[in-house]
């Protein structure tokens, strides 16, 4: 099982499609060390993330509880603070760490609200290089107004020796936000073929499963169903900051639990989980992110290795390319259906004084929590 763990609520960005930022968690109710040493071990991917985890004044020590816990530790952060990852890197080079970018300087800025971002986490990631990190790079959110920049981002990484993670506008709990739409879905869809062309010329073994990643961002984008079957709840889940635990982080009506009165087993093993798994079975969100699309591409006899329908899909395409011929996406690809999206404008807040609420203390129950309720993905 993969398990991400959203320590805060708190962030430092005031990103246009998440509004996490404007609901930050008071830092004495969110999960707690002592929460976190209930976890067993033998996770294979577990990715710490937030709102911003590098805000936890005890994130040092979340990591020395969380990292022999996981054959893969994850940091997923902002890159604002890099310095505070600094000396985790020095102690534990192989953890993989991903900063948020979001295309060229004034584009990632604007997108994220940032007035120095794009700066700060180039040169935060090159401190983390020299540092001793083995595995570092960005995560990109494709959206309208960066999926022209996409592979300019991707050939910068891999100018820098970085890699670069792929995901693309949704909904979700931890965003605080439901309207997260294509402009043109079409037009954010077909530059994506360029990226999946440069990901199978590479060497990069990974590359070229990103590249399958990719095929399926292509058919969410467009409002297709996605390619294989999700399985939340049982080989991937959430826990949020405080201490619940969920099948996934777009449902906030599939609960499994609550880890600070529970134990990992009793929650697993729980009449609830069972009934989440039963929700997770019919369900119809058009859901395609890395930390679940990653999770249900792997299979479960050897964690390390794709399913059978990735795996012939990478060596076919892989070999195509390598024989200098070009992919025939609309093999794969309906580009004559695509299904009619809102038109919901998205808003930067860069320069802005808008500020988040205060810190509440007072929301005790998931309605209270996640007020928006329904985060649909079509």
């Given amino acids: 099982m993969d398990l991400t763990v959203v320590s805060t609520f708190r962030c430092n960005s005031r990103c246009q499609m998440c509004h996490v930022w404007k609901y930050p968690t008071a830092p ?3 999960i707690s060390l002592e929460t976190l040493a209930k976890l067993p071990g033998g996770f294979d991917n577990l990715n710490l993330s937030g709102g911003e985890p590098t805000l936890r004044r005890d994130l040092a020590e979340m990591i020395d ?6 054959r893969v530790m994850e940091i997923s952060s902002n890159g604002l603070y890099p310095e505070r990852l600094v000396p985790i890197i020095k102690k534990y080079p192989n953890i993989k760490v991903r900063f948020s970018l979001e295309g060229d300087e004034s584009t990632s800025n604007r997108i994220r609200g940032e007035k120095d971002g794009h700066s700060t986490k180039v040169a935060g990631l090159r401190k983390l290089k020299e540092a001793g990190g083995t595995d570092l790079g960005f995560a990109f959110v494709i959206q309208d107004e960066n999926v022209g920049q996409l592979l300019n981002v991707y050939e910068f990484a891999r100018s820098q020796g970085f890699e670069l993670a792929t995901t693309t506008l949704h909904n979700a709990w931890q965003f605080y936000k439901n309207d997260n739409h294509f402009y043109d879905r079409t037009k954010v869809a077909k530059p994506i073929e360029n990226l999946i062309t440069e990901l199978l010329k590479s060497r990069n073994v990974k590359n070229w499963f990103r590249a399958y990643l990719n095929l399926g961002l292509i058919e969410k984008v467009l409002g297709h169903e ?9 080989d991937f889940a959430f826990i949020d900051p405080w201490s619940d635990v969920w099948a996934c982080n777009v449902r906030s009506d599939i609960p499994l639990g609550n880890l600070a009165r529970q134990s990992w087993s009793e929650i697993t093993h729980s009449d609830l989980a069972s009934e989440g798994l039963k929700k997770v079975a019919c369900c119809t969100q058009n859901c395609w992110m890395v930390t679940t699309a990653r999770t249900a591409m792997r299979s479960r006899i050897v964690p390390q290795m794709p399913k059978m329908r990735p795996m012939t899909w990478v060596l076919k395409n892989k070999l195509k390319v390598a024989l200098g011929k070009p992919i025939c996406f ?3 690809i309906d580009y004559g259906n695509v299904k009619p999206t809102r038109q919901v404008p998205r808003t930067s807040y860069l320069g802005t004084k808008h500020k988040g609420n205060k810190l509440d203390r007072n929301r005790q129950t998931p309605q209270e929590r996640y007020p928006q309720l329904d985060y649909i993905n079509e």
């Fill in 28 to 30: 004495e109710q969110e």
């Fill in 65 to 70: 509880i969380l990292y022999p816990k996981a």
């Fill in 226 to 234: 996605r390619l294989i079957p999700c399985t939340a709840g049982s």
């Fill in 330 to 332: 609309e093999q794969y």
